[in-house]
């Protein structure tokens, strides 16, 4: 069974701060997704990294997948109180086979 | 707006009740999934789906069945409701391979 660890499972951190969320697996995927989730919604794509080694940027998030495509960093720069959510890494393994979620981690900035 | 819409919001049933639980997409993709969420456990996956009529059971079937006539349809059944089902539970769906898009959850409570 694959799994993905996320950690922290919790951050409370100041506005201003910057902060990196740690996503890593003894399995390879073929590609990694992150998601942010908002309280009583569903979990919403913020980026995908494919190749390893891979960064994408979206704003002050900074998104790293591993050279062995094992492992991927969530990076934000001076949060804000918008970057409030749960964040959840997603591996593919390619073929059909479903999605493997980490359990998440949980941000709250606080102004 | 790509959507995938879930029946209910908010439910509260009783023990031994039957529940149905829909998801209904409007993007053509071929798979659906349902997962369940709760705190500390992350997103758990009960069924799946890749093609109309069929299903794969996922991480935690037990208690539940689903249904696919239609390809844009998903519906989730739980056949004698218990305490232990009070849960979030979140429909997705996907082009093989590719991002999954999430209905924005059912809060189901069981009494």
């Known amino acids: 069974t694959q799994l993905l660890e996320q950690s922290p499972q919790f951050l409370s951190i100041q506005e201003g701060e910057n902060l990196t969320v740690y996503c890593n697996s003894s399995s390879v995927f073929s590609s990694l997704q992150w998601y942010r989730q908002e309280p009583g919604e569903g979990p919403v794509l913020l980026v995908t990294v494919v190749t390893g080694g891979e960064v994408k940027k979206l704003k002050r998030l900074t998104f790293q997948f591993g050279d062995a495509r094992k492992d991927s960093s969530l990076h934000i720069t001076a949060a804000q109180p918008g970057d409030t959510g749960l964040y959840l890494c997603a591996g593919d393994s390619s073929g059909n086979t479903p999605l493997v979620f980490g359990k998440g981690t949980r941000l709250s900035v606080i102004a | 707006d790509v959507k995938v819409t879930q029946s209910s919001r908010y439910l509260v049933k009783r023990t031994g009740e039957k529940v149905f639980l829909e998801c209904v997409q409007d993007m053509d993709h071929e798979n659906m999934f349902w997962y369940r969420q709760d705190p500390g456990l992350g997103l758990r996956l009960i069924y799946f789906?890749?093609?109309?009529?069929?299903?794969e059971k996922g991480d935690i079937p037990e208690g539940y069945s689903v249904s696919r006539e239609k390809k844009e349809r998903f519906s989730l059944i739980l056949e004698s409701a218990s305490t232990n089902q009070t849960s979030m539970y979140l429909c997705?769906?996907?082009?093989?391979?590719?991002?999954?898009?999430f209905g924005q959850g059912t809060r189901l409570t069981v009494v």
């Open positions: 997705a769906s996907s082009l093989s391979g590719g991002r999954a898009f």
């Open positions: 789906s890749y093609d109309v009529k069929m299903k």
